[in-house]
C-alpha cells in the first residue's frame, strides 16, 4: 500500500525558513517523480513544484510565485522528500501536500498518490 | 498565466445527475483530470486523461471533452458525492500546471 506521510509544518514568521518532509513507503521510491501541492486556507488546490527520478535526471521545476524561494530535493536512500521554503510570506500559509506523479498520455503528468498534507502558517 | 475555468458550485437532488465543466483553450490539445476532495480529506483522482477511471471509483463518475470544454458528470448522484471537485491540465506549451478553480458540488 502506498503511504505518503508529511511532517515539519507549523507557525513561521514571515521571512523565516522552513523544510517540510514527506516520508514515502510501498513503492520504489527511487523511481518515482514527486510533487508538492498545496493549498491555501479556504482556496483551490495550487502545484508548487516537482522533481523527477535520478535516473530521469533529477531536475525540479517550480511554480512562479514559489520559484527562487523554494527548493525540492530528494534522499533516495531514506525513501524521504523535502520542500526547503525560505523567504516565506504570508500568502505561503496553505496546507502542503506530497504527491506521487504519474506520466500518462501525451505525456502528461498528474498526480496519483496523496499525503494527508501538513499545514505551514506564516504570520507574525 | 494559463487559467482553467470552472462553475463555482453545482447542486443537485439524489439521484439526478450533476455537470461540471471546465474550460481552458489547451484542452483540445491537452487531457483533462478531475479530483475530487471531501472535507478534511486529501484529493482524490477520479478521472483520468479526459475520460478513464481509475480503479476503486464508482462507474457513475464519467467524463468527456469536446473543443475547449471538459466535463465530469456524476449519474446517480449519491450523497456521499458531496465535495469540492477541481479538474487539473497544462498548458500548450506543457511547462505550466495548473488547476482549475474549483466546483462545489452538493447533493440534496
Known amino acids: 500500500e502506498v503511504q505518503l506521510v508529511e511532517s515539519g509544518g507549523g507557525l513561521v514568521k514571515p521571512g523565516g525558513s522552513l523544510r517540510l518532509s514527506c516520508a514515502a513507503s510501498g513503492f520504489t521510491f527511487s523511481n518515482a517523480w514527486m510533487s508538492w501541492v498545496r493549498q491555501a486556507p479556504g482556496k483551490g488546490l495550487e502545484w508548487v513544484g516537482r522533481i523527477k527520478s535520478k535516473t530521469d535526471g533529477g531536475t525540479t521545476d517550480y511554480a512562479a510565485p514559489v520559484k527562487g524561494r523554494f527548493t525540492i530535493s530528494r534522499d533516495d536512500s531514506k525513501n524521504t522528500l523535502y520542500l526547503q521554503m525560505n523567504s516565506l510570506k504570508t500568502e505561503d500559509t496553505a496546507v502542503y501536500y506530497c504527491t506521487t506523479i504519474k506520466v500518462g498520455g501525451n505525456s502528461q503528468y498528474y498526480f496519483d498518490y496523496w499525503g494527508q498534507g501538513t499545514l505551514v502558517t506564516v504570520s507574525s | 498565466s494559463y487559467e482553467l475555468t470552472q462553475p463555482p458550485s453545482v447542486s443537485v437532488s439524489p439521484g439526478q445527475t450533476a455537470r461540471i465543466t471546465c474550460s481552458g483553450d489547451?484542452?483540445?490539445?491537452?487531457?483533462a483530470y478531475w479530483y475530487q476532495q471531501k472535507s478534511g480529506q486529501a484529493p482524490v483522482l477520479v478521472i483520468y486523461?479526459?475520460?478513464k477511471r481509475p480503479s476503486g471509483i464508482p462507474e457513475r463518475f464519467s467524463g468527456s471533452s469536446s473543443g475547449t470544454m471538459a466535463t465530469l458528470t456524476i449519474s446517480g448522484a449519491q450523497v456521499e458525492d458531496e465535495a469540492d471537485y477541481y479538474c487539473?491540465?497544462?498548458?500548450?506549451?506543457?511547462?505550466?500546471?495548473?488547476f482549475g478553480t474549483g466546483t462545489k458540488v452538493t447533493v440534496l
Open positions: 487539473y491540465s497544462t498548458d500548450s506549451s506543457g511547462n505550466h500546471d495548473v
Open positions: 489547451a484542452l483540445p490539445k491537452k487531457y
Open positions: 486523461e479526459d475520460s
